[in-house]
């Protein structure tokens, strides 16, 4: 079993920046890949991006590519993402998910990732 657990969120100004935590505890060993998302009300959930946690691989969805970065430490076995020039669509719930193995799913998708954190409500306000 693995448990993820998301914090950091909160409200900010547009142009702000916030920086939300994804720690995992349990068999973390199984963890190949760490990806984030995000969701608003009555719109499907949207991958913002993911990380090999072998080699700190990254990819980014075009939305937010330049402005978010993904980082993941080892050793307190937690990923970050790093929220920069925030603007009011950014609001929405971030989760972060593990991917244990590579099923055939895109790692764009939900149907990758085999656990998920709870989310953390993200609010830009312009």
């Known amino acids: 079993q693995v448990q993820l657990v998301e914090s950091g969120g909160g409200s900010v100004q547009a142009g702000g920046s916030l920086r939300l935590s994804c720690a995992a505890s349990?068999?973390?060993?199984?963890?190949?890949?760490m990806g984030w998302f995000r969701q608003t009300p009555g719109k499907e959930r949207e991958w913002i991006g993911n990380?090999?946690?072998?080699?700190?691989?990254?990819y980014y969805a075009t939305s937010v590519e330049g402005r978010f970065t993904i980082s993941y430490d080892d050793v307190k076995v937690t990923s970050y993402l790093q929220m920069n020039s925030l603007k009011p669509e950014d609001t929405a719930m971030y989760s972060c998910a593990a991917a244990f193995a590579l099923y055939g799913f895109p790692l764009s998708t939900e149907g990758a990732y085999n656990t998920w954190g709870q989310g953390t409500q993200v609010t830009v306000s312009s």
């Open positions: 349990g068999d973390t060993s199984r963890i190949l890949y």
């Open positions: 990380i090999r946690t072998s080699d700190g691989t990254t």
